[in-house]
């Protein structure tokens, strides 16, 4: 059974930092990703790593402040959130894709298999 599981949300005040881990269970992926949705708001793209390789990609908004990592002995990927604003407040999901780790299905959410049950980031100004 495939399992992700969120954590690291929390309160912040703006330009602090926060760090998101999710551990993945039950198989293994081809890439991993964080998206986010704020009310009222589409999911959004934060980043994605391709497992085998750790190439990774950032979302235009959050590029230069967010960076993600993973570890594969211990099937864990991290998202390392820094300079944060109050527009980054959401709930952040972890997402594991298995396919083609072509850079135009990594980044959009529909491609992905599994998900977690999110985080909230909640960052005041």
């Known amino acids: 059974q495939v399992q992700l599981v969120e954590s690291g949300g929390g309160l912040v005040q703006a330009g602090g930092s926060l760090r998101l881990s999710c551990a993945a269970s039950?198989?293994?992926?081809?890439?991993m990703g964080w998206f986010r949705q704020a009310p009222g708001k589409e999911r959004e793209f934060v980043a994605a790593?391709?497992?085998?390789?750790?190439?990774?990609y950032v979302g235009d908004s959050v590029k230069g402040r967010f960076n993600i990592s993973r570890d594969n002995a211990k099937n864990m990927v991290y998202l390392e959130m820094g300079s944060l604003k109050p527009e980054d407040t959401a709930v952040y999901y972890c997402?594991?894709?298995?396919?083609?780790?072509?850079?135009?299905?990594?980044?959009?959410?529909?491609?992905?298999?599994?998900w977690g049950q999110g985080t909230q980031v909640t960052v005041s100004s």
């Open positions: 997402a594991a894709y298995s396919g083609g780790n072509y850079y135009y299905r990594i980044i959009r959410d529909e491609w992905y298999n599994y």
């Open positions: 790593i391709i497992w085998s390789s750790g190439n990774n």
């Open positions: 039950g198989r293994t992926f081809s890439s």
